[in-house]
């Protein structure tokens, strides 16, 4: 682990090499785990032919508070799903998500899949979203709390026509295709049996 912005700093200093091979060349990183250190090694060509080594180390950063991903090895339920249909519920259900970190459990979406309907739920405490579809993606029944900041954060990642796949563990929630993984803790909450508030629709007949 060690610090983008000072990585991007140094790399974003360098000029692109261009057809006549006038720039910097390709970058070398290497690791020291002794000396905690990432060395950035890489030579810059002139016009006049002259070439001027670069090398920048950076300090590497404890690994404590870093994601743990090893929830991927002990997962209790995966399916698969176009990404719309969990962005949208997302997008729809997020008016209704609340700011207050002290109530933790109302910073995060409910995600809950029968065998034929999924659904996202958010409240506040005072407005409360539920956006569902019918569809057929998995045979396990599934009730989490995904936290707002990493929900928001997978429905801004995905293309809506992806097929991604949904792998959750007791503590984590990940969503991934061949290119991208985002994931992280869930809130392990009980969730307010919201639906008990909620009168059944009207039946209007024309």
Known sequence: VFDAAELFSAVSAFKVLDEEGIGTSDIVFSVSEGNR?????AKTKYANNSVVPHKRKFPLL????????????????????????????IDRAAYALSGDKN???FTGFLVNVDPDK???????GICLAEYSI???CTETPLRV???????GR??????????????VSTRHFFVRTSRLLIGGPLI??????????????????S
Do not use: H, M, W
């Not at 991927?72 to 249909?85: D, P, S």
């Open 37 to 41: 250190t990432i060395t950035l090694s």
């Open 103 to 105: 109530n933790l459990l």
């Open 62 to 89: 404890n690994r404590q508070g870093f994601p743990d991903f090893s929830g991927l090895e002990n997962l209790t339920t995966t399916f698969t799903l176009k990404a719309a249909y969990l962005t949208d519920g």
């Open 134 to 136: 019918p569809i057929q």
């Open 154 to 167: 997978i429905s801004k990642c995905f293309e809506d026509d992806e097929e991604v796949e949904v792998c």
């Open 145 to 151: 709390v995904v936290p707002g900041a990493l929900a």
């Open 118 to 124: 999924l659904g996202v739920v958010a409240t506040n």
């Open 188 to 205: 392990r909450e009980e969730f307010p049996n919201y639906s008990e508030v909620i009168a059944p629709p009207v039946s209007r007949v």
